[in-house]
C-alpha cells in the first residue's frame, strides 16, 4: 500500500521519541555521555545572530536601569527566572535552603520596592551570589568568586546567568551519572517498547536492515555449502561462529545470519549505501571500532612484515618491536584508507632507521641496498587490499572478533591469533567496545 502522509504533530512526535530513545542509549552505552550546551562556529550565521540578540537584550536592559528614574520591568523578570534556576538546582532535602530562597528573592516585595524606586539589585545580586557558592559543583568555585567584584547591574545580571547555565548543566550530568545504574536495568525494555512503537508509525523504514540482513543470509549460504578454510588463514567469522549453519542444513539459522550481519559492519563502505537503520545510533561508534581494525590490521602487517625480513634475534632485540609499533601508529593516526599508501612510505622509511640504529647498536652488519629496498617495497605493498600478508592479518582479526559478537562466545588467552602478539593489548580493547555495542543491540 502506498506510504501514509504523516501529519506535522505525528512528525513531531516520532521526532520527540528518536531523541528520547537516542539519549537513553547514549547513556548506557557511553559511559563518558555528557550534555553540553549547544555551541556554534565563531563565523556562522547561527552565532552571528545569536551574539546579535544577546547584545540587543543586554543593551536593553542596561539602559532601563541606567534610566531616571530606573525601569526595572525586565529587571524583575530577570530576577524572576533567576530564582526559577536556583530552586531547580535544589535537592529534595534542602527544605530550609527551598524556604530561605522564597524568602530573599519574593518576587511581590520586589515588585513594590521597584515600584517605590527601593529595589536594591545589587543587594539582591550578592545574595544569589551567595546561594550559588552553596550550590556550585567545586569546578565552579572559582567562576563564582570572579562574579563578586562586578558593580554594573546589567553586567552582573548577564554573568549570574551565564554560570547558573554551567551550574544547570553540571546538575544535569550528575542527574545522568547517578541515573545510569538504574537505566542499565531497564533500558532494553524500554529500546524494544520505543522501537516497536516508531516501528508501528513508520512501518517501512526498515529497507537498509533488510538488505543487511538478506545480503548477511546469502554470505552465509554460501559458505555453509564449502568446507570451511583452515584456522590458520582465518577464513569466514561466520563460519566459525557459534551459531553457523552445517553443510547440510539449506536455511541458515537467525544466530548465523545475524553474527555475520555484525561482522560485516567491519568492512562498511562509507557513502556507498546506507547503514541499518536499526544500528543508526550506534554507527559512530561501529565506524569507529572499524576504523581501529583497519589501523591494527596495518600495524601488525608491518610487524610481521619487517619481523621475517629481520629475523628472529633483530625483533627480540628489547623495546625493537615496541618502538616499531609505536611510529606506525603514529603516522597512521587520524588516516582514512584511502591515505594508507602515502602513509607507508613514511613508515617504510621509519622502519629501516630503526632497523639500522638496531643493528648497529648489536654489532650486525647494516642491510645491503637490494635488502633495504625489499624491505620497504614489502611495507609500501601492505596499502594494497590484495596484499596477501593484509589479507591474512585482517581474516585473523575478524575471526578473533568473531568471539565477541557471539553471545555465548568466550574469549581466552588460547584464542588469541598467531602472529598478533604485538597488537593484543589494543586488541582486546576493541573486541570489548565492539562486543558490548553488539550485545547491546541484539538484546
Not at 354 to 372: H, I, M, P
Amino acid at each position: 500500500s502506498p506510504p501514509q502522509a504523516l501529519s506535522m504533530n505525528e512528525l513531531q512526535e516520532i521526532t520527540d521519541d528518536i531523541s528520547k530513545l537516542t539519549i537513553v542509549h547514549e547513556i548506557v552505552l557511553n559511559s563518558d555521555f555528557k550534555l553540553q550546551a549547544a555551541s556554534f562556529s565563531p563565523k556562522s550565521l547561527q552565532n552571528r545572530v545569536k551574539e546579535t540578540l544577546h547584545k540587543a537584550f543586554w543593551d536593553s536592559l542596561e539602559e532601563q536601569l541606567s534610566a531616571s528614574p530606573p525601569d526595572c520591568t525586565q529587571a524583575i523578570q530577570l530576577l524572576q527566572e533567576v530564582k526559577e534556576a536556583l530552586l531547580s538546582l535544589l535537592l529534595p532535602w534542602h527544605n530550609q535552603l527551598r524556604s530561605q530562597i522564597e524568602g530573599a528573592l519574593d518576587m511581590e516585595l520586589i515588585r513594590q520596592e521597584a515600584e517605590h524606586g527601593a529595589l536594591d539589585i545589587h543587594g539582591l545580586a550578592t545574595y544569589v551570589l551567595g546561594t550559588m557558592a552553596r550550590l556550585c559543583a567545586p569546578i565552579r568555585d572559582e567562576e563564582v568568586r570572579g562574579l563578586q567584584s562586578l558593580t554594573d547591574p546589567a553586567q552582573l545580571l548577564r554573568e549570574i546567568f551565564r554560570v547558573l547555565g554551567l551550574m544547570k548543566m553540571d546538575m544535569l550530568n550528575f542527574t545522568i551519572q547517578s541515573l545510569r545504574t538504574h537505566l542499565q536495568d531497564h533500558t532494553i525494555q524500554y529500546e524494544r517498547k520505543k522501537f516497536q512503537e516508531l516501528l508501528d508509525k513508520l512501518p517501512s523504514s526498515l529497507d537498509c536492515t533488510r538488505q543487511w540482513l538478506r545480503k548477511a543470509a546469502a554470505e552465509v549460504s554460501a559458505s555453509s555449502s564449502q568446507p570451511p578454510p583452515h584456522p590458520a588463514v582465518g577464513g569466514s567469522p561466520a563460519a566459525h561462529s557459534p551459531g553457523a549453519v552445517s553443510s547440510s542444513t539449506t536455511v541458515p539459522s537467525l544466530m548465523s545470519v545475524l553474527n555475520r550481519g555484525y561482522m560485516n559492519l567491519l568492512c562498511w563502505e562509507p557513502g556507498q549505501k546506507e547503514y541499518p537503520e536499526t544500528l543508526f545510533m550506534d554507527q559512530a561508534r561501529l565506524q569507529d571500532v572499524q576504523a581501529q581494525v583497519n589501523q591494527l590490521t596495518i600495524i601488525a602487517a608491518v610487524l610481521l612484515v619487517t619481523s621475517g625480513m629481520c629475523g628472529s634475534t633483530l625483533c627480540g632485540s628489547p623495546g625493537f618491536v615496541a618502538r616499531l609499533k609505536r611510529v606506525t601508529k603514529v603516522l597512521l593516526e587520524g588516516l582514512s584508507c584511502t591515505r594508507y599508501e602515502e602513509a607507508l612510505e613514511d613508515i617504510g622509511d621509519q622502519v629501516l632507521q630503526e632497523v639500522s640504529r638496531t643493528l648497529s647498536q648489536l654489532g650486525y652488519a647494516a642491510f645491503t641496498t637490494d635488502k633495504c629496498a625489499s624491505l620497504k617495497g614489502q611495507i609500501k605493498s601492505i596499502a594494497d587490499k590484495g596484499n596477501a600478508v593484509r589479507h591474512v592479518i585482517k581474516q585473523r582479526i575478524r575471526l578473533f572478533l568473531s568471539l565477541f559478537v557471539s553471545p555465548d562466545g568466550q574469549n581466552s588467552q588460547k584464542d588469541f591469533p598467531k602472529g598478533l602478539d604485538p597488537i593484543q593489548e589494543e586488541l582486546l580493547e576493541v573486541g570489548r567496545r565492539f562486543g558490548s555495542v553488539i550485545h547491546h543491540n541484539r538484546q
